[in-house]
């Protein structure tokens, strides 16, 4: 095979800077007499995109942090918690273990019982962004603390673990809110969008869904090739990591109640089907040229491969070094990139050094090839084997409604009659993460693209275009909306005299169920996939997960 051509290639930018639509940050909430203090558990990109939210666009404080990394958390602290370089942070500001705050918690807590006028104020909710399979035992740690709770997605990497969290969390429901990061959810462009679906039935009845999550070609090869998700034995498939929450949005459009407090039971599929497979990123594709190296700066075909380390890390073609880019997705290659002082010239010995970084996978221990991530090695001699390419079908039966929705269908089912989706995550895009939809209807259809949104009605032959307000480049608003909402559900019960359900309904939209249902889709898809069968949901759901509140 002849080597990646990369001359009739443009630039990329997964954050797209030559959109003309406005990028307009939300106006934060009034603060509260008493504004929720946060703490982030995990100072990496979401991490950081949290408190970047919190401070930009919700009601709330960043007062802690937990960050193993030194560099980063004190970083971390000097950008959101204590600027001021002439006095020490406050208690409690950082710990290098989230298992050092639950226990300084405690101990707090108990000088607080016995009166010491010295104690520092706790937090009122934390954000979990530790690595995926972290998730768990973070979480069910912080249950007995009683605090409010987000964790980013997905909630853990297997299906008994979800439904651990769940029995974990269940008992604090009246109590406190709990959140997941499905942060499609709180973009305007897909509140809007289902607004106009389920509110103002645009095109009738919902009869099918193609929804398309783009991956991006070099984004993919950077996580899920070299990256931290790129097995499935450390991590989780590529549907978990990388697309549950587009299987979650899936299901809110057709699944979900209109509203959270609605009486109608949720409208559940009847069949799962799923097929997929690691097509490209494979040594099979590796090109000739490329020879026995599996390093990019030690191989002849690097200079024309679209994959070379050097072209993505250090060069002007993506978000390397020579663009003065020090986030995403340098911050990952480099977390101390920022401690340079941005001069490229002392960065790029060490950028080099760590693309030089490789292992012999005959000679060096499993366990060591695993700890790390190899931004250097030939992502056609990687260790990685999750999907690079999956297609998901879910399909739904007729399920006439049970309550005073019938009354208000056109027909005998409305909403709940029979239908299907089908998803389609791809590595091998151009685009990265911009993705698109296909939704058709019984009266119109629509498309939607995360920046536009256009409905065609059968009825009148009109065709309208809706272009949603974008308050950041971070999934369409998601980040900032998810953010909001969460800190804004903390307020009402802290401040405001709301009950935590009433908060859970209002602001965060879901329950702790629906968090558990749509990750359970994502394992039914797996299994339908590696088992090469449809799965019945029913029936997978009550040999797998059951009662899953007792």
């Not at 289902?194 to 009738?204: A, F, M, P, S, T």
């Not at 399909?395 to 929705?405: G, L, M, V």
Request: net charge negative; proline share 7%; hydrophobic share 35%.
């Amino acid at each position: 095979m002849a080597p990646h051509n990369i001359q009739d290639e443009g630039p990329a930018d997964l954050e797209d800077k030559s959109a003309a639509q406005v990028v307009r940050p939300p106006t934060p909430p009034p603060m509260s007499a008493r504004p929720p203090r946060m703490l982030i558990i995990g100072a990496g990109s979401r991490g950081r995109i949290y408190g970047r939210c919190t401070q930009q666009s919700s009601n709330g404080v960043v007062v802690s942090v937990c960050e193993p990394d030194a560099y980063k958390r004190q970083a971390y602290v000097r950008t959101f918690i204590w600027s001021d370089a002439k006095h020490p942070a406050p208690e409690g500001s950082s710990f290098a273990d989230w298992r050092d705050f639950v226990a300084w918690e405690r101990r707090r807590r108990e000088r607080e019982a016995a009166g010491d006028p010295h104690v520092p104020e706790g937090v009122d909710a934390a954000f979990v962004c530790v690595r995926d399979e972290m998730h768990h035992d973070v979480v069910v740690a912080l249950a007995p603390l009683n605090l409010h709770i987000m964790c980013e997605k997905p909630l853990a990497t297997t299906l008994d673990d979800c439904v651990d969290m769940y029995r974990a969390l269940a008992p604090l429901q009246p109590t406190k809110v709990f959140s997941v990061g499905h942060v499609l959810r709180y973009s305007p462009h897909n509140m809007l969008l289902r607004k106009l679906l389920l509110e103002d039935r645009v095109i009738g009845d919902i009869l099918s869904v193609v929804h398309t999550e783009p991956v991006g070609y070099w984004h993919f090869a950077h996580s899920y090739v070299r990256g931290n998700w790129r097995k499935e034995s450390t991590t989780a498939p590529s549907l978990l990591t990388k697309s549950c929450h587009d299987i979650d949005i899936i299901l809110w459009l057709l699944c979900s109640p209109q509203s959270p407090s609605s009486p109608e039971p949720p409208h559940l599929p009847s069949e799962v089907a799923s097929s997929g497979s690691l097509q490209f990123f494979r040594k099979s594709r590796k090109p000739k040229a490329a020879g026995t190296a599996t390093n990019c700066l030690s191989c002849a075909a690097e200079p024309d491969c679209i994959y070379s380390s050097k072209r993505l890390y250090e060069s002007t073609r993506h978000l390397g070094l020579e663009t003065g880019n020090t986030g995403w997705p340098m911050s990952v290659v480099l977390p101390d990139i920022e401690s340079f002082g941005g001069d490229i010239e002392k960065v790029r010995p060490e950028l080099l050094r760590r693309l030089a970084e490789d292992y012999d996978a005959s000679t060096t221990p499993q366990a060591e090839i695993d700890s790390r991530n190899w931004f250097g090695r030939c992502v056609f001699e990687s260790d990685n084997d999750v999907c690079d390419e999956q297609v998901v079908t879910l399909r739904w039966d007729e399920d006439p409604p049970h309550s005073a929705a019938a009354a208000q269908a056109a027909d005998a089912v409305g909403s709940r009659g029979a239908k299907q989706a089908t998803f389609h995550m791809v590595a091998q895009t151009k685009r990265q993460c911009e993705r698109f939809t296909h939704v058709y209807g019984t009266s119109g259809e629509a498309y939607a693209d995360s920046r536009t949104i256009a409905v065609e009605d059968f009825r009148d032959g009109s065709r309208t275009a809706h272009h949603p307000k974008l308050e950041s480049l971070g999934h369409g608003g998601g980040d900032h909306g998810l953010t909001r909402q969460f800190v804004l559900a903390v307020d009402r019960v802290k401040n405001h005299g709301w009950d935590a359900p009433r908060a859970q309904r209002e602001f965060i939209g879901c329950d702790l169920e629906e968090v558990i249902r749509s990750h359970a889709v994502v394992f039914a898809a797996e299994e339908a996939r590696t088992g090469k069968k449809i799965v019945n949901w029913k029936t997978w759901w009550d040999e797998k997960v059951g009662e899953i509140s007792g």
